[in-house]
């Protein structure tokens, strides 16, 4: 090669090498576009799409920014139950869950309330009160709660994971040992003295689709709609593993049993992990998106079901803490990136 063109090659590297600093407007990458909003979507099939969130992260700009523009309806994770409120007896502090409260009516937002009545997260003062003050508290507890939030919530877990996993009896907590088993019809006529509005939830786990303790659920709920007990609704939690989800024919008959008793039906607290299956690989993240798609389109399906809620949306806050390997459950990463989860929902939301 003549020594000028070698040059004239030269320079061009050099030229194309040299740092222009910023960037011009031709060479910017494109614009990052953002997914349709899975609140759309939802709307769009009759249906609220909710997560639990933390007050804490609410002023996190990535975690507000996708929790505002995705999701209308909210859970809090944790600042709602007696413990956060009444950590000292009588002496109530709302401020977490006013906070989120606060936080979804600025933004058009419907909330969840949880839990009123729950074997955890109960205040260690609770723990030793003799049977009487036990039945004096839980009522002033759950009479308070639901009247602070009345007319700022749109339903309430009641009760929460009252059946046991064993035999799918009524699980041996500290309510059922000192009140007897009336303490769950006490609690829901309570509720809706303090806040006739509110869409009164039995909310538990493990029995989405149809076996021994969502046989259980259905006939607790069924009992309690016999008493006269106003009950509106079953929450199914939905906390599952996409090795092994409940087959979504199976989901979608306990529905509808429970539809048939004139009950609403929501998925409450979704999350679908992928640890056993080895951690998420780009085929776990695609088995995840599929289980997601299956299961959510069971609700959208379903004219009882009116909600979905994931329990939480990305993998940087989740409560799992992973046993096997990394469980990524939720529908953003760590980076608050879209995962193949999210379009998952977003299709099963269309209707795709
Ligand atoms: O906020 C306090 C912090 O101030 C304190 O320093 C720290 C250490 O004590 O605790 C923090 O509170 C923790 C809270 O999560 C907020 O992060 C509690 O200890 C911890 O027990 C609590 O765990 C929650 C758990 O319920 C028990 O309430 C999880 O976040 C929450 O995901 C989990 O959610 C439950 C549902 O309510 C019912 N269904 C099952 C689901 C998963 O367990």
Redesign the pocket.
Known sequence: MRRASVAAVLLLVVACGHDRGPTSPTTNPPPVTEPDPLRAAAGAAGKLVGT?V?SSLLNDPRYGGVFARHFDFVTA??EM?WD?IERTRGAEDFSGGDAIVAYAAARGMQVKG??LV?H??VPSWVNGLPAADLRTELDRHIRSVASHYRGRVLAWDVV??AIDDNGFGLRDSIFRQKLGDRYIADAFRSAREADPQALLFYND?SGEGLGGKSDAIYELVRSLLAQGVPIDGVGL?M?VRAGAPPPESSVAANMRRLAALGLRVNIS?MDVRVGDLGGATPANLERQRSVYRSLVGVCVAEPACHAVTF?GFTDAHT?ITSTFGPDAPLLFDAQYAPKPAFFGVLDALARR
């Open positions: 639990a933390q994770e944790y139950k956060p949880h839990a729950w955890q997260a929460n994971e786990y939690q906390h607290e329990w409560w």
